[in-house]
T-cell receptor
Framework: DSGVTQTPKHLITATGQRVTLRCSPRSGDLSVYWYQQSLDQGLQFLIQYYNGEERAKGNILERFSAQQFPDLHSELNLSSLELGDSALYFC??????????????FGAGTRLSVL | QKEVEQDPGPLSVPEGAIVSLNCTYSNSAFQYFMWYRQYSRKGPELLMYTYSSGNKEDGRFTAQVDKSSKYISLFIRDSQPSDSATYLCAMSGVGNTPLVFGKGTRLSVIA
């Protein structure tokens, strides 16, 4: 068990809908990262938060947004969902801000199915 | 050309075999190299972490980095059925640069 908790485990929804994925980082970790994993693209970095502030942005669509709350948990909001958004979404956390040597620990993921 | 290339397999070997998993990359700024193992329906877990060129050994696992060839490898000795998983290489540059992952190689070790 990595200590990173993601809910829900599975999510089934329809096109055009909006969903929220939740992540609780390991105790003491300040950074949270969101990734999308699909069969054709592999694991793609979406966004990083450090101590409540956005730190780095990857290939995140404008329909997607995230935030990190004062208790350090994070939420990833996906709106106007399309069939192609069906994927595994992983959250990872690390002790610091992603500096050299900062190890990322992954949660078990949320499987999103858009029908 | 993708930044990180990894043969997706699948790779099937008998128990006890030596397994070689590889990634190539194009970005010469990468300095930190990792191997993650991902079991079915689980998140990736860090297996090996190396900096720059050279070898690192941990039990049955050896990670090799050849920066001159932009090539990294993971060797698994005396492979076990419990090693059956997808292995992802990942790498990053100095400072707060995002991890870039390979697509993963699916390994099956047959008893």
């Amino acid at each position: 068990d990595s200590g990173v908790t993601q809910t829900p485990k599975h999510l089934i929804t329809a096109t055009g809908q909006r969903v929220t994925l939740r992540c609780s980082p390991r105790s003491g970790d300040l950074s949270v990262y969101w990734y999308q994993q699909s069969l054709d693209q592999g694991l793609q970095f979406l966004i990083q938060y450090y101590n409540g502030e956005e730190r780095a942005k990857g290939n995140i669509l404008e329909r997607f947004s995230a935030q990190q709350f004062p208790d350090l948990h994070s939420e990833l909001n996906l709106s106007s969902l399309e069939l192609g958004d069906s994927a595994l979404y992983f959250c990872a956390s690390s002790p610091r801000g992603g500096q050299t040597g900062d190890i990322q620990y992954f949660g078990a993921g949320t499987r999103l199915s858009v029908l | 050309q993708k930044e990180v290339e990894q043969d997706p397999g699948p790779l099937s070997v008998p128990e006890g075999a030596i397994v070689s998993l590889n990634c190539t990359y194009s970005n010469s700024a990468f300095q930190y190299f990792m191997w993650y193992r991902q079991y079915s329906r689980k998140g990736p877990e860090l297996l090996m972490y190396t900096y720059s060129s050279g070898n690192k050994e941990d039990g049955r696992f050896t990670a090799q980095v050849d920066k001159s060839s932009k090539y990294i490898s993971l060797f698994i000795r005396d492979s076990q059925p419990s090693d059956s998983a997808t292995y992802l290489c990942a790498m990053s540059g100095v400072g707060n640069t995002p991890l870039v992952f390979g697509k993963g190689t699916r390994l099956s070790v047959i008893a």
